[in-house]
């Protein structure tokens, strides 16, 4: 079965940063859209990044553009979200998905596999 398996989460100071992995199996990678997403708590979940399968398109949302990376390798079945310059509202557990869709396709319904998700808390 497809799981996706979130790491790298934790507590780090506002301005600092985070890298998130995903590593997928069960699934052709190298076939899908790979998205991140969050959710903090009290309010819904929301897109943060997504990347097609050969790379050549990404999209963010509009808080995270120049501070947030989303990169992947193929060959390790894994996508990456590099957070820079991070602030208390980016607190949330985030969570990677895989989309038959590209990656403009930014709501949660167009993604059919989530990991359990990775706890990330920026204190100021």
């Known amino acids: 079965q497809v799981q996706l398996v979130e790491s790298g989460g934790g507590l780090v100071q506002a301005g600092g940063s985070l890298s998130l992995s995903c590593a997928a199996s069960?699934?052709?990678?190298?076939?899908?859209?790979m998205g991140w997403f969050r959710q903090a708590p009290g309010k819904e979940r929301e897109f943060v990044a997504a990347?097609?399968?050969?790379?050549?398109?990404?999209y963010y949302t509009d808080s995270v553009k120049g501070r947030f990376t989303i990169s992947r390798d193929n060959a390790k079945n894994t996508v990456y979200l590099q957070m820079n310059s991070l602030k208390p509202e980016d607190t949330a557990v985030y969570y990677c998905?895989?989309?038959?869709?590209?990656?403009?396709?930014?709501?949660?319904?167009?993604?059919?596999?989530w990991g359990q998700g990775t706890q990330v808390t920026v204190s100021s």
């Open positions: 998905a895989s989309s038959s869709y590209a990656p403009d396709r930014t709501g949660a319904d167009w993604y059919a596999y």
């Open positions: 069960g699934l052709t990678f190298s076939s899908y859209t």
């Open positions: 990347i097609r399968w050969s790379s050549d398109s990404i």
